[in-house]
Nanobody, 124 residues
Framework: QVQLVESGGGSVQAGGSLRLSCAASGYTYRSYYMGWFRQAPGKEREGVATIDSSGSTTYADSVKGRFTISQDNAKNTLYLQMNSLKPEDTAMYYC??????????????????WGQGTQVTVSS
């Protein structure tokens, strides 16, 4: 079955960097588009970035210029490089996979499979 496993979260001071990874298995990786989402306590899950099989990307305005989504199709792995981190970036980060026509959506409902999440904490 489809399995998504995130790693790379942790605690960092404001201005620091982290790189999240998401290992995918159980399906043909290139058949799906992928995304990163985050959810802070008491808030709704929000889309951070998405990428399709050809490498086209979309970012939330709040992370543009600071975060970079990428993937290694040979390794079935999705990445999120996070630079210039801010305390407001603190959240549980999830990767997700969706199938169908990629339109650059950051809406959680457009994704079919989810990982368990990895915590990112940014202190001021």
């Amino acid at each position: 079955q489809v399995q998504l496993v995130e790693s790379g979260g942790g605690s960092v001071q404001a201005g620091g960097s982290l790189r999240l990874s998401c290992a995918a298995s159980g399906y043909t990786y290139r058949s799906y588009y992928m995304g990163w989402f985050r959810q802070a306590p008491g808030k709704e899950r929000e889309g951070v970035a998405t990428i399709d099989s050809s490498g086209s990307t979309t970012y939330a305005d709040s992370v543009k210029g600071r975060f970079t989504i990428s993937q290694d199709n040979a390794k079935n792995t999705l990445y999120l490089q996070m630079n210039s981190l801010k305390p407001e970036d603190t959240a549980m980060y999830y990767c997700a996979a969706g199938y169908g026509l990629w339109v650059g959506s950051l809406a959680p409902n457009d994704y079919n499979y989810w990982g368990q999440g990895t915590q990112v904490t940014v202190s001021s």
